[in-house]
Every structure is written in structure tokens, then in C-alpha cells.
């Protein structure tokens, strides 16, 4: 080759070593008169790596991240998310001087705010509009715990995907989710969701009764578990009997979901809507909490997740203050608990009062008279007078202006989150009830109960708040530590997991109680 041509250099792999072969560096690599053997073993051609042998760029940066976090003494956590239950988190992890902890959020002053209580390093972003910025973020840390929306878990999963990093989150594991789990195996991280309240600590605990009961060689015949978030009761005097601490969309539409459960063998499914009303049960235990209670979701699932295929009854339910389901059953005849698009509620509509939009609701002219309005209110109620006067008691039939929205439930929702929000001073309050039918190897039927009662704490953390938060941030610290070797996307259903949370939570002030009764 003449020597005035361009030279490039191509580093060959054989079998014992390497050596060197000269091209023209003016023609591309697959242009040159080279053997398929030739062509397969060239590792790099003008200093840039073949196609064949680009993953060996990725090793290297895999093994250059693994160098930087390892040289740090310090276990990087990066926590989306500054919304309720975010402060136990960050204080529980906090207690460990060798955790540096970053905060993402695009709420300004709640991270400002968080950031003169706690020693973090703020980074002020929009998740969803920044996919890049939130990759680079997550490929230096050494755990990620998601606060944000469910909707969202995906997104910062497969950052973590990508990066190699463990992730955890108190919110369901969804269907999205669900779909990333060979991807998770794949990458040989561990993802574990349902670490909160409900879902979380009612998986735990019915874990390690079930699998304290199997270690006897116990059954299980029966299990019915149902937990609420709720206002103490001293603050609980209004039409829902209830108060909203963030926006309440998802809890007024979950009422408009079904629900099936399995109760004496036979599988029930509960209609959502109006009819949900129907499937509401009054609860005799603490009875001078004066509880209902209405089943959520899929209950029947849970034989194969716990292991239970021998039950006969199967149900997971949402508790409340009695008055509750009727107040909001009234919403929904009225048409307040729609989603869909509402032009009238846009910015650019003229200002609508909600007795204006009532109005158009039960279909007379807004400007009818307030009389009027009550009577085509109480017809569409089907003549419910309790339902009328919890709407009045609202202001739902009066000239407050209804907040933009792009539905009449969004909002309705920003109306409630400020109308039936926790004043200063206020508590929350969580009540769980698990119960267990139990047959032993004898024959006996044990009937085994667990309760949990959690009060917020004036100027602290709320109950929802240490429920959720504490376990999540245990489980986080877990992972930290190396006391969860388990990989994949997984909940808390292990005795690996769940046996030291349910010992710690003691510690925060969440006690649960257990009693049995045995019959022949």
C-alpha cells in the first residue's frame, strides 16, 4: 500500500494473541477485501469499536460506575418524590450518616422546605419530561425509592433497568410494571413494590401468619382483610365522615370500580357505581368507631400471591365511618364521579359555580331558583333527603366557583382536597383488621384476628404517613445493608422481607395486636 494513502490500524483478536493489520483508512471496514475470520475478529477500526464488540464499551462503563460508587464511602439513595409520605423516609434514612440522599421532585418549595429539615441534595426536575436527566441521576446512585405517581414507576424502572440499580416503591405492582420483569431479571436487579400500608404491612402480616401456620402443618380455610385511612374521630364531622390529605381522584373513582371476592367457595363479584352501595357492610368490631366497610379490587388473586388455594373465602376490603358510601353514593347519582371531558370546566370556559353546574347536571336552566334546584336534586336522588343535605353540606348546591378542570371529578377533587383537608392540630387515624380461619392438623378451627391502630402525631408524621413511609424506607435500608439477597420484580411476601419490617415497625410507635380462639 502506497504510503501517501491514509493508514489505519485494526487490532485483530485470535484465539492466543493479538496483532496487526493494515487498511485503507478511506474505505469503510466492510468495503476491505478481508476473510469473514478476518472481518469477525477485528475488535476496533479507526479507533472506534466494530459492531461485533460495542458491549465491550458497556462492560467498561459498568465497571467504571461500580469503580466511582465503590471509591465513595458513603451508599447514594435517590428519592422521587416530595409528597405526603415522603418525610418518614427521609428521616428514617437520614439516621444513617453513611446515606447520601438525593431528592428529585418538581415541586420547589416542598423540596426546599424538606431541605432545611433534612441534609439532602435537592435536584429540581419534571420526571416525565425529563427522561434523560433523570437516567444520568439514577446511574449514580445505589438504590432509587419512587414516591411519585404509580403512573410513573415505569419510567423511573427502566432507568433502573438500564443503570443496574435496585428500586423500591410502596404503590401497587401494576400491570406496566409487570411487564419489565424479565427486564429486571435480566439486569439481575431487585425491584420490590407494595411496601406501604395497604398494599405492604397487610401482606406482611398475612405472610407471616400463613407461613406460621403452614410451618404446623395448619390450613388456611378463610381470610378477610380490611384497612382505612380515616380522620380521628373527633375530626371526622362532615358529610363523608372522611378527609382527603392529597387529591382525592383515586379515592372517589375507586368506588366506581368492581370488585370480586370469594366467600364460601363462590365467587362474588360487587359492581361499581351506584350499585356500589350494595356490597357496603356494617363492621362489628370497635364498635364505637361505627365502621363499614366494601370490598377493593380482585380479592380472588391472592390464593396463588399467598399461597392459599385451600381457602374458601377470600376478601379484601376498604373500611369507613358509617355515612360514608351513602354520602358518596349520591355523588355518583348526581354525576359528580365522571371522568369524562367536560369543555364547560376548561380555562377558557367562562366561570362556572356548582350551582350552575348542578343545574345542568339534574337538567334545568341555571337560572333556576335554589328551591327549585333542591327539589330536581332530591328527584334525581331518588327522594334521599340524608343524600340532599350532605350535597348542601358541601356547598355543592351553592355559588362557590368550580375549580378548572378537565372533568367534573378532577374537579371535584381539587373542591374536596381543600374543603375536607386536615386543619392544624388535626389527626389521621389507620384501623386494620385481618381474620384468619385456621384448621389444624387436629381438626381444631382457630380464629385468628390482627388488628393495627395507628394515630398521627400533632406536628408529626401522620399515621398514613409512618404507615407507609417507615416500611418503605426499612426495606430501602434493607437493601442497602445486604439483608435482601432476593432479585427480580417481587413484593414483600418472603420472611426475608417481612420478618425484620414487622419487627422494626414496633420501634416507630405501629404495634399490632393479635388474639385466637380455638374451636373443637
Known amino acids: 500500500m502506497p504510503r501517501s494513502l491514509p493508514c489505519n490500524v485494526i487490532y485483530l483478536l485470535p484465539i492466543s494473541s493479538s496483532f496487526q493489520i493494515l487498511s485503507d483508512a478511506t474505505q469503510p471496514l466492510e468495503s476491505q477485501n ?23 464499551q458497556k462492560l467498561r462503563e459498568s465497571r ?36 447520601e440522599i438525593t431528592v428529585g421532585s418538581d415541586l420547589r418549595n416542598q423540596i426546599e422546605q424538606l431541605g432545611k429539615k433534612y441534609n439532602i441534595n435537592p435536584v429540581i426536575m419534571d420526571i416525565s419530561k425529563q427522561e434523560e436527566k433523570l437516567a444520568s441521576l439514577v446511574a ?14 415505569p419510567l423511573v424502572a427502566k432507568a433502573c433497568i ?55 402443618g395448619a390450613t388456611i380455610e378463610s381470610y378477610i382483610s380490611y384497612c382505612g385511612g380515616l380522620p380521628a374521630p373527633e375530626h371526622s364531622d362532615n358529610p363523608l365522615r372522611y378527609k382527603f390529605s392529597w387529591s382525592p381522584v383515586g379515592v372517589l373513582m375507586n368506588i366506581m370500580q368492581s370488585a370480586t371476592y370469594l366467600l364460601n367457595g363462590k365467587v362474588v363479584n360487587a359492581e361499581g357505581g351506584v350499585a356500589f352501595l350494595d356490597a357496603v ?21 391472592y390464593a396463588e400471591i399467598y399461597g392459599i388455594s385451600s381457602a374458601h373465602t377470600l ?23 365522571n371522568r369524562d371531558a367536560f369543555p364547560a370546566l376548561r380555562p377558557e370556559a367562562k366561570p362556572l359555580t356548582w350551582k350552575e353546574l348542578l ?88 380464629n385468628k384476628t390482627i388488628d393495627l391502630v395507628v394515630y398521627g402525631d400533632i406536628n408529626g408524621f401522620s399515621a398514613m404517613a409512618k404507615t407507609v413511609g417507615f416500611p418503605t424506607a426499612m426495606a430501602a435500608k434493607m437493601l442497602l445493608d445486604g439483608e435482601i439477597h432476593a432479585k427480580g420484580l417481587i413484593g414483600p411476601f418472603s ?26
Not at 377533587?413 to 384468619?436: H, N, Q, T
Open 281 to 301: 357492610t356494617p363492621m362489628d368490631y370497635y364498635p364505637g368507631l361505627n365502621l363499614e366497610g366494601y370490598p377493593n379490587r380482585d380479592s380472588t388473586k
Open 64 to 99: 467504571e460506575r461500580a469503580q466511582s460508587l465503590s471509591m465513595g464511602t458513603k451508599k447514594k439513595v435517590l428519592v422521587l418524590g416530595t409528597g405526603y409520605v415522603s418525610e418518614p423516609v427521609l428521616e428514617y434514612l437520614s439516621r444513617d450518616n453513611n446515606i
Open 359 to 446: 343545574c345542568d347536571l339534574v337538567g334545568i336552566p341555571p337560572s333556576s331558583t335554589q328551591d327549585a334546584l333542591k327539589e330536581a336534586v332530591l328527584k334525581k336522588l331518588g327522594g334521599d333527603s340524608t343524600q340532599l343535605e350532605a350535597a348542601e353540606r358541601l356547598g355543592l348546591l351553592g355559588d362557590e366557583q368550580v375549580p378548572r378542570a378537565e372533568s367534573v371529578v378532577d374537579a371535584l377533587s381539587k373542591y374536596l382536597a381543600m374543603k375536607l383537608s386536615y386543619g392544624p392540630g388535626e389527626k389521621d387515624m389507620i384501623v386494620m383488621r385481618d381474620s384468619f380461619g385456621i384448621r389444624h392438623p387436629s381438626g381444631h378451627l382457630e
Open 315 to 337: 376478601l379484601r376490603g376498604t373500611l369507613r365511618y358509617k355515612g360514608y358510601a351513602k354520602a358518596l353514593n349520591g355523588l355518583v347519582k348526581l354525576g359528580l364521579i
Open 162 to 216: 438500564k443503570s443496574k440499580v435496585n428500586m423500591v416503591t410502596a404503590s401497587y405492582i401494576t400491570p406496566a410494571l409487570k411487564e419489565l420483569e424479565k427486564s429486571v431479571d435480566d439486569a439481575g436487579i431487585t425491584v420490590i413494590g407494595e411496601l406501604g400500608l395497604d398494599p405492604g404491612l397487610d401482606h406482611m402480616l398475612a405472610m407471616e401468619t400463613i407461613d406460621k401456620a403452614k410451618e404446623v
Open 495 to 520: 420472611k426475608e422481607i417481612y420478618g425484620p419490617i414487622l419487627e422494626r415497625i414496633k420501634a416507630e410507635g405501629i404495634i399490632y395486636t393479635t388474639q385466637s380462639t380455638i374451636k373443637p
Open 34 to 56: 478481508f476473510s469473514p475470520v478476518v472481518r469477525d475478529a477485528v475488535i476496533t477500526s479507526n479507533g472506534i469499536l466494530t459492531d461485533k464488540y460495542k458491549y465491550i
Open 140 to 153: 449514580k446512585q445505589h438504590l432509587v425509592i419512587s414516591l411519585l405517581p404509580y403512573v410513573l414507576h
